[in-house]
């Protein structure tokens, strides 16, 4: 999704926002553009379409230099990728550049058009600098031109703002969509995530909705919706700028698959004491909520929503609490009914999807009296602000587009949330606890060990180079594992990849199965492996070619027409799901090598869905 970087230094800004652009690349972007205030006063501008590497071409050829920029890299949302549409924008004096939609633009336009401004996107951004522009007629500074406007603008926004006639500040503002403001040494900036800017500083300010900061070289001014000044705290951030290098590894998604070990450690530390999960984890009131729960309502989207389903699974069969899981775009503009005494649970990497951030604002309005509890990757998100319990999983930052170390770290999540409301619902025991401990403390080991079958899939992936679609079964939670493997075989190698509950195939997808589509299943030894091998057997008749993943105790027979891999030893439920996962990242990964896509940054997507 876009992403946005700017700064006020005493240096040339330039190479700065440069390679601040290359670290906002894994959020997904289609063109890219920098724009700084000259020495002589002016704004010059480069933008490009495409990776950033066209832009440094461009930037060769005609260097920018000045002490004050802002630059952007942008998803196409309103007008396609060109270099017209590709932000910053200009009007006269003003640049700007904007993350998020702003959905009464057409009006804004219409106006502005009456005005004598002149369009040259096809974008909604567009608007804001000429609204700027026209505002700065009779304000006195550009702070109170940009308080003015974005009085008018409906939508999300995060928003740098220059002008060349004020050439020592930059003017931010958020509604919606996140920014960030780094403190440095030697300068400060602004950011729509951290990544940007971890070489220049670890402080940052993470503005809240409809605040507005003056940033200039040696002070930061900020003001709330109502224009008072208000202080917001510099948090220092842990995430160091060698953690998102790329190390032996050739591709982020290879890391970040082989990181699992550590990131399931580290997501477990000090959430367990003396073989006990510590209900304390989810916040200081946890255990008085958890107590007082009836009910569970889940919401995410993506990868994230795949988790959500996991644990739905976990919740009613092991916490017996009854559990709904609903992708966030559709809860939220739904007329759902939201019992008192629900625990409303967010899941997310990010903490910043947008549909998933106002799902949980509509649930807030829907009944006040809900709790709700934000499970995410990131310290500081919108999400975790605005939640009343939250678990931060310990992934690190994870660059690659598809999510794969936040998936694992968020079941396990998920499993100490499980036994946590069991423990104090008394539906789970002491010896059930054990187990679920016993289990998670193996999940290191085990996940080391499944990530052992490497080259082997390797291997089998090539079998996948001129398909183009493909089916993936499961049943029970490994239905969900099946969602994520073919979510992650789709996102990153464009094979058409379908996932069923198994024991829904001969209600329709089995018509589609012959030789040319090869079918992934899911089969661990649990109770529902024999309905599982019956199903195999109606797709096998078919001429489908088969991979199958089992343990060691599921005994299924290897056929030329049947390839199957022995994952694991026998697993628990909870720490199944997890280890079944890696197999198929592993899969779509080398299936993605195979057809020679871009792996960390797959076309058309983006890291976290900011907008609507
Ligand atoms: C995007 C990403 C997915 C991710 C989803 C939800 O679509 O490409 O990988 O699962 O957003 O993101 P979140 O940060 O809320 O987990």
Redesign the pocket.
């Given at each position: 999704m876009c992403g946005i970087i700017g700064g006020v230094t005493n240096q040339n800004i330039t190479p700065l926002l440069l390679s601040g652009l290359k670290n906002l690349e894994y959020r997904?972007y289609d063109s890219s553009g920098i724009v700084v205030i000259s020495d002589k006063r002016l704004l010059e501008r480069q933008r490009s379409v495409g990776r950033i590497a066209n832009l440094e071409k461009k930037l060769i050829i005609k260097n920018l230099h000045g002490e004050i920029g802002i630059a952007h890299t942008r998803w196409a949302t309103h007008g396609k990728p060109s270099d017209e549409n590709a932000h910053p924008h200009i009007s006269n004096s003003i640049s700007i550049v904007h993350n998020g939609i702003i959905e009464n633009y057409v009006n804004l336009k219409n106006q502005l058009i009456t005005k004598g401004y002149e369009f040259t996107s096809d974008t909604d951004s567009e608007i804001i600098a000429h609204s700027i522009d026209f505002a700065m007629k009779t304000c006195k500074s550009l702070t109170s031109a940009v308080q003015k406007v974005v009085k008018t603008l409906e939508g999300s926004y995060g928003l740098g703002v220059i002008s060349s006639n004020f050439p020592n500040k930059i003017i931010a503002a958020r509604k919606g969509s996140p920014l960030i403001i780094g403190v440095g040494k030697k300068g400060n900036y602004i950011s729509s995530d951290q990544m940007a800017l971890l070489s220049e500083t670890n402080k940052f300010i993470f503005l809240e909705d409809h605040d507005i900061a003056e940033i200039k070289i040696d002070q930061i001014k900020i003001f709330d919706m109502n224009s008072n000044q208000v202080e917001r705290p510099i948090v220092i951030s842990n995430i160091k700028a060698g953690e998102v290098d790329k190390g032996k590894y050739s591709h982020f998604m290879q890391k970040e698959i082989f990181e699992q070990p550590q990131a399931i450690r580290d997501t477990l530390e000090s959430r367990i004491t003396n073989d006990k999960v510590n209900c304390s984890a989810f916040g200081h009131n946890a255990e008085k909520i958890f107590k007082s729960i009836k009910h569970i309502q889940i919401v995410?989207?993506?990868?994230?929503?795949?988790a959500g389903l996991v644990a739905k699974y976990w919740f009613e069969d092991i916490s017996k609490i009854p559990c709904n899981v609903e992708v966030?775009s559709e809860y939220r503009y739904r007329r759902p009914i939201l019992l008192d005494k629900t625990l409303f649970i967010?899941?997310?990497?990010?903490?910043?999807?947008a549909d998933?951030i106002e799902a949980l604002k509509s649930a807030k309005k829907l009944n006040r009296s809900i709790n709700s509890l934000c499970i995410?990757?990131?310290a500081e998100s919108s999400?975790s602000r605005i939640s009343d319990l939250v678990f931060l999983t310990h992934a690190g930052p994870e660059i690659g587009?598809?999510?794969t170390k936040?998936?694992t770290t968020?079941l396990v999540a998920m499993a100490l949330l499980v036994c946590s409301i069991g423990k104090l619902k008394n539906t789970i025991d002491v010896d059930s606890e054990n187990l679920i401990v016993q289990g998670l403390k193996k999940l290191p080991g085990l996940v080391n060990d499944a990530l052992l079958s490497d080259s082997a899939i390797k291997s089998l992936a090539k079998s996948f180079k001129d398909k183009t679609s493909s089916l993936f079964l499961g049943r029970g939670t490994m239905y969900a594992i099946a969602l994520e493997g073919a979510?992650k075989l789709k996102?990153i190698s464009y094979i058409h990849a379908e996932a069923y509950p198994a024991g829904e195939l001969k209600h329709g997808p089995i018509a589609l199965i012959d030789e040319d589509m090869p079918v992934v299943a899911v089969a661990p030894n649990d109770e529902l492996l024999v309905k599982l091998k019956s199903n195999l057997n109606e797709v096998k008749s078919r001429g489908s070619q088969m991979i199958v993943f089992e343990d060691e105790k599921s005994n299924i027979k290897s056929l030329d027409s049947m390839k199957v891999f022995q994952v694991t030893s026998n697993l628990g439920r909870i720490t199944a799901p997890i280890i079944f996962t890696i197999p198929l990242q592993l899969l779509s990964y080398h299936v993605a090598l195979v057809k020679g896509t871009d792996v960390d940054k797959p076309r058309n997507?983006?890291?976290?869905?900011t907008v609507e």
């Open positions: 997904g995410a989207c993506g990868t994230s929503f795949n966030a967010t899941l997310s990497q990010s903490g910043e999807t998933t995410c990757n990131a999400l587009v598809a999510s936040s998936f968020q979510l996102e997507l983006a890291k976290s869905v």
